[in-house]
């Protein structure tokens, strides 16, 4: 609901061979963005962040964005920053859903 309140058409994938992607966003003039959701209490490791990147490419993605409950290691951290992989953490997510849930008056 989040996405597509921002603008997006969501293509949900998910499952057996999904390439570690959950979801498609898709924007303006066909502008696709490759999301893996990962619901972990651990952090999450750069094997995700090397799987993502190879989904994005499968998918036909520019870019990939990986959405998580918890953290990042530093190494999922440095994996990304080298490979342009947009990293969303628990807090910065529970941030961005209170201020969009706030805006709509969702409770």
Known sequence: MYYKDQGYQVECIGGSGDHEVD???KGKEGYKIAVQCKRWKQ????DIVLRLKAGKQ???CYDAWIVTTSNYTRAAKEAAEKLNIKLINGLMLDD???RWKAQKGIS
């Not at 952090?43 to 750069?46: A, H, L, Q, S």
């Open 23 to 25: 979801l498609i966003l």
């Open 43 to 46: 952090d999450v490791g750069n």
């Open 58 to 60: 499968v998918h036909g």
């Open 96 to 98: 961005k859903i209170k």
